[in-house]
């Protein structure tokens, strides 16, 4: 249950019939909200649990989304790689963008590093093909949301559309505990352990100064960093939320070393009245306000995240402020923003 797992669940609440198709689905992985409805999954769900990094079926996902939607009168799709690219059957087909894909726009060298000359020359010959594909399949989409002006930039840049934002929403349990006033001596990663996340950059800070730093989250880097992780690092992998809200109530700072699409993580972390260290890029621009809820350092660099590190732990912070800013983004705007998109868009088309 990431960031865009919580979003379909907000979005299946306001379409509580819908019936859900996705590339893969493990039972249990999800929510129970998620799950109480019919899902379907593609023929690469049987190649599933051999793959093991999904990345490795990039070239076939556009054809695996060839289901048959013509008994339905809406289609909503929820799409950071090729979920958008579904035939919708003439259907109004509203687009939630959480990104375009990454793998094969600016996020590339990320994900297909140049260490990695083999993969990287296997994946450069189909990537031009899957950028037409991606382009051409905008636009067959009636009408798309973006979670943030970051993302609505990349949708005009890459596809030559507009989105209406529509941000994220932080669940009501990272606004329920009180505030913690007295912090421990630790800053915290809440991340999936994927390149373009830059986790590697907090570690090489924390390295550097000595300080405290906890990782909590999973993924396909997990056991080379904590193979090579200094004393003062620890990785938790992943764990329940209950512990995710107990750790992000008593550390110093959430650290977001990468460009967000948006970022629900920031969002909890203000919810619970903790400032944000971010790179001052991407979608954070929306949710995080610096000397207010938190602290920007502008270059990926070492010695710009230590400085910022100094900045947040000299700072007195008003961690009510820092939740009332969270409290913004609630599940309620969320609501009513997003079930005005699919009004408009049924009565429009």
Known sequence: MRGGEQVLEGILAIVPQAELFTLFHFPGSVSAAIESHTVHTSYLQRWASRAGDYRRLLPLYPTAIGWDLRKF???????????KGVDSRRA??????????????????????????????????????????????AGNVTSFVANSEFVR???????????????????????????????????LVVSALVPYKRVELAVQAFRATGRRLVVIGGGPLLSRLRGDAPPNVEYLGS??????????????????????????????????????VALGSG????????????VFFAEPE???????LD???????????????????????????????VERVLTTT
């Open 73 to 83: 009168d809406l289609v909503i799709s929820s799409s950071h790689c090729v979920a």
């Open 92 to 137: 109004p087909h509203l687009c939630y963008c959480h990104t375009p894909m990454r793998y094969v726009w600016d996020r590339f060298d990320d994900y297909f590093p140049r260490s990695q000359p083999l993969r990287r020359l296997a994946i450069s010959a189909v990537a031009t093909a899957l950028r037409r594909w991606d382009v051409r399949t």
């Open 153 to 187: 930039e990349r949708i005009r840049r890459y596809y030559a559309r507009d989105a209406e934002v529509v941000h994220p929403f932080v669940d009501d349990a990272f606004l329920a505990p009180p505030i913690n006033n007295e912090r421990d001596d630790y800053h």
């Open 239 to 276: 764990v329940p939320r209950a512990e995710v809200i107990e750790r992000l109530a008593r550390a110093r700072s959430l650290i977001l070393p990468g460009i967000e699409d948006f970022g629900i993580t920031p969002l909890e972390a203000m919810a619970l009245g903790t400032p944000v």
């Open 283 to 294: 979608g954070v621009l929306d949710s995080v306000v610096p000397g207010e809820t938190g």
């Open 302 to 308: 070492v010695p710009a995240l230590v400085r910022a």
């Open 311 to 341: 900045a947040v732990e000299r700072r007195e912070w008003d961690r009510a402020a820092i939740r009332r800013r969270a409290e913004r983004f609630s599940r309620a705007a969320f609501d009513g923003r997003f079930r005005a998109a």
